[in-house]
């Protein structure tokens, strides 16, 4: 048995957003949600606020999310929301401002009271009762599929690390994919980020969550990047390859929509946390691992994800290597330590092979220490 939701509506292509208009506004006053500089780099927040100013519809720019929001960052959006009076949202962004548009768009209507029904880390157990406030999706990145999963990752430093929460009800309503938005992406964010989608489309592939429908959608979402693996080493993009690319990392949130994420996403996060490194490079400095460990115990698979990508494992190892310079250093007291939270993720129990935390030591070693690699 397996069952398939997927309750977001996904227009792709060049000027959707314009041409699309009526299903950008899901309410009459809109709070945008969107990076320092990404909204404004992209295009997208200029096209979004042509759109609301011709529909004569009220707005506020919120331009205050940085990298790995934090969920003091998303509590004080939802105040900023509330206090505005929006009825919707609109993320503009890469992951980080579509992860944090989710958080405030629950905070904006239950707000956070300590002692109350409804305290602000209580997000993480999906115990808030107003439904979130609807929202729509323009990804400026083609990575996350943040646009088509019901998950929101934030930094809590009270954990000392990155933590995920998940609900039905924050599904992006609309999502609108432009190649437009990510063509002047610099290479590395480029590279990072169709990487983060590889590690969705392989992880969801081989985890023990896999159904014949998130398999169908993982081996397409494989075959379209490995059709631009050149553009990815060379930096040569057009629009028009962009919104393939997008289309592909939307299909990865698809399928992690479905199957969640492995191991590769619980150890990468301490990555980011602990050193900086931009999620999707974290993610792929560990995948060639991974991959290999998962050989051994999905040979056909292994095969049919090859295929689907036009490469060898090898080779797919060697693509990563190239894509993903990293200049870390890191000690095995560091690796020892991030393993110890790392094997209590929750993704843990769907990694295809048994791992134990000595396993995770020895893939981060294997993966990190300069002297293994
Ligand atoms: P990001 O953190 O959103 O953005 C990285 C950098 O790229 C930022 O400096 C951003 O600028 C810049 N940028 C974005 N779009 C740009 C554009 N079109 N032109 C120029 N610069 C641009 O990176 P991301 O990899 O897309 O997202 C990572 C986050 O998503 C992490 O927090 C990760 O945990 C999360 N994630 C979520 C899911 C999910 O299912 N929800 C899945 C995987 C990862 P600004 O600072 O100005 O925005
Ligand atoms: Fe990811």
Known sequence: MFKYLMPTKVIVGENSVKENAGELVLGTKCMIVTGKTSGAKSGALGDVTDVLKDMGIEYLVYD???????????????????????????????????????????????????????????????????KPLPMAAIPTTAGTGSETTPYSILTLHKINNKQSFSHPDVFYKVAF???????????????????????????????????????????????????????????????SICTDLLWAATLGGIVISQTGTTIVHSMGYA???????PHGMANGLLLGEYLERTKAVLPEKTKAYEEAFGMKL???????????????????????????VSIKAKNVPVCPFDITQQDE?????????????
């Open 64 to 130: 205050c999310i940085g990298n790995n929001p934090t969920i003091e960052e998303c509590v004080e959006g939802g105040k900023a929301a509330r206090e505005f009076g929006a009825d919707f949202l609109i993320g503009i962004g890469g992951g980080s401002p579509l992860d944090a548009c989710k958080a405030i768009a629950v905070y904006a209507v239950n707000e956070p009271i300590e002692g109350s029904d409804f305290e602000m880390h209580d997000i993480f157990k999906g115990n808030f009762k107003t």
């Open 271 to 277: 990555l980011t946390y602990h050193k900086d490194i």
């Open 177 to 239: 994919l432009d190649g437009r938005y990510t063509v002047n992406l610099p290479l590395q964010i480029a590279r990072n980020t169709a990487i983060d989608a590889m590690s969705h489309l392989l992880e969801g592939f081989t985890d023990k969550k896999s159904s014949p429908a998130s398999d169908y959608i993982a081996l397409e979402g494989l075959r379209i990047i490995g059709k631009y693996v050149d553009n990815l080493r060379n930096g040569n993009f057009t629009a």
């Open 314 to 340: 090898d080779d797919i190892k060697k693509f990563l290597a190239q894509c993903l310079p990293c200049e870390a250093v890191f000690t095995e007291e560091e690796l020892v330590r991030w393993s110890e």
């Open 361 to 373: 030591i020895d893939i981060y070693k294997k993966c990190l220490l300069k002297d293994r690699r």
